[in-house]
């Protein structure tokens, strides 16, 4: 199974961008890239997914490398309700997903 | 429209016992997808089920096994408990189940084994 690489944890100042990588060298060509969230004792929660194209949407951005072997995503003003557990994930055709440990998201007011 | 739901939101068994989880999907949604998060984790993908069978599995053994009713929802089965199966249990629910459609998830059902 493809695997992804986050950094375990991230600092942001609240009302600034923030940048969150994720490495996925063994992508295979119809694997989706997904990002959810999760804040604790809650289940996690969509944030935003895209196959080759950048993506946008009112929670976030997606920017995928051309390569596909990286992705980030991009909060464009953090605020403290972002503060999180992001998960990079990569899904397959089937609908076969595989989480990594994700990285923890500290917003400082 | 109530989203996923998971039921019970928490349970507590004996080793060797054998637990039944549910789940309800979210309304148009027709596959469903089972995690077990341990603490500190993140979700490993158990099984999904779609059109009433298992499409796809996680590793994880045979004791782990599930079953979708005609209306969608989904039931997971734990044979043999063993202290190691103590963790979140989380369904999602999707329409289809290609990877380019997003998933809801439920807020998961505690279980501990003791």
């Known amino acids: 199974d493809a695997k992804t690489t986050q950094p375990n944890s991230m600092e942001s100042n609240e009302e600034e961008p923030v940048h969150l990588p994720c490495n996925h060298s063994t992508i295979s060509g119809t694997d989706y890239i997904h990002w959810y969230r999760q804040l604790p004792s809650q289940g996690p929660e969509y944030v935003i997914h895209?196959?080759?194209s950048n993506v946008n949407n009112r929670m976030a951005s997606l920017a995928i490398a051309e390569d596909r072997k990286s992705s980030t995503l991009i909060l464009h003003r953090a605020t403290l309700r972002d503060a999180a557990v992001y998960y990079c994930i990569l899904v397959n055709n089937a609908g076969k997903s595989t989480f990594g440990d994700g990285t923890t998201l500290t917003v400082k007011p | 429209d109530a989203g996923v739901t998971q039921s019970p939101t928490h349970l507590i068994k004996t080793r060797g016992q054998q637990v039944t989880l549910r789940c309800s999907p979210k309304s148009g949604h027709d596959t469903v997808s089972w995690y077990q998060q341990a603490l500190g984790q993140g979700p490993q993908f158990i099984f999904q089920y779609y059109e009433e069978e298992e499409r796809q599995r996680g590793n994880f053994p045979d004791r782990f096994s599930g079953h979708q009713f005609p209306n969608y929802s989904s039931e997971l089965n734990v044979n043999a408990l063993l202290l190691g199966d103590s963790a979140l249990y989380l369904c999602?629910?999707?329409?289809?189940?290609?990877?380019?459609?997003?998933?809801?998830f439920g807020q998961g059902t505690r279980l501990t084994v003791v």
């Open positions: 895209g196959l080759t």
């Open positions: 999602a629910s999707s329409f289809r189940v290609q990877g380019g459609f997003e998933a809801f």
